[in-house]
């Protein structure tokens, strides 16, 4: 994939594959030659339906899962190929927020501890210390030093996804892959939940991953925007042009179906219904994986398989019409 010359990048997903063995003869394919560059400091988003491949990708980018083919280089070097000294050093640069913040919590560890977790398992600070640096934690994150002695279970929703995200940074990591964490909270919660990532991203000169298939909180978080269809990745663009000017008919459709707060707006057109059979990622058939539900496929999207190109300056889509 071309790269921005202008930024530095921090993380490169190259021809990425994940498969899962799910019979004698059946392959899902979630994850299929899927490339793209995550820049220092930048909140790249990745969006699409429930089972296209996004939270597999993003655990995958960062070690969880074996990649099936393909490289995922963080600042050049490839992590498939870390030694168990590397591989442990990569664990604490790169961390995770859970979607769902009540079953990411062991309900019997006291705040304080939970997140501890990170810094007792790299051994990182003890006694006094650690105990200051959990206080920071939760100050950083809008909870306070009386909230360590508590159980999870004594807070809300949005409190305990706080919780997680002082989890995630207790080892001061540079990359987090945030797979859905607004998904399970209240509307009015999820702002606060998404500020908060934007003003640490800016304290800390984080980088974020952040999945998710709420398209309208993705576009206030991200600088940039992947959209993936059945394991692919049909388009990849800024958020502003990728949601001014949506080219692949895939991201139209999800766009057409982004709730407009004023009724009289006129400006984003009409919604489009999808319609057609949802292929199966098992053993998935050459062609345009949405050939059985595009308006527009014709005789070539069902044979050949549309590659992702840069159709405008880093604007990429995967489509024979485009
Ligand atoms: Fe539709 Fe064909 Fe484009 Fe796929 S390649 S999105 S089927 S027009």
Known sequence: MAKDKNKEVLIEVKNLKKYFQVGPKATLKAVDDVSFNIYKGETLGLVGESGCGKTTCGRTVMGLYDATGGEILFQGEDISKYSKKQKRAFSRKAQIILQDPYASLNPRMTVGDIVAEGIDIHGTLKGDARQEKIYELLNLVGLNKEHASRFPHEFSG??????????????????????????????????????????????????????????????????????????????????????????????????????????????????IQLEGEVPSPINPKPGCRFATRCRYAKDVCKTETPVLKEVEPNHFVACHIV
């Open 158 to 271: 949005g409190q305990r996804q706080r919780i997680g995200i002082a989890r995630a940074l207790a080892i001061d990591p540079e990359f987090i892959v945030c797979d859905e964490p607004i998904s399970a909270l209240d509307v009015s919660i999820q702002a606060q939940v998404v500020n908060l990532l934007i003003k640490l991203q800016n304290e800390l000169g984080l980088t974020y991953l952040f999945i998710a298939h709420d398209l309208s909180m993705v576009k206030h978080i991200s600088d940039r925007v992947g959209v993936m269809y059945l394991g692919t990745m049909v388009e990849l663009a800024s958020s502003e042009e990728l949601y001014a000017k949506p080219l692949h008919p895939y991201t139209q459709a999800l766009l057409s179906a982004i709730p407009i707060p004023d009724p009289d707006a006129t400006g984003r057109g009409e919604r």
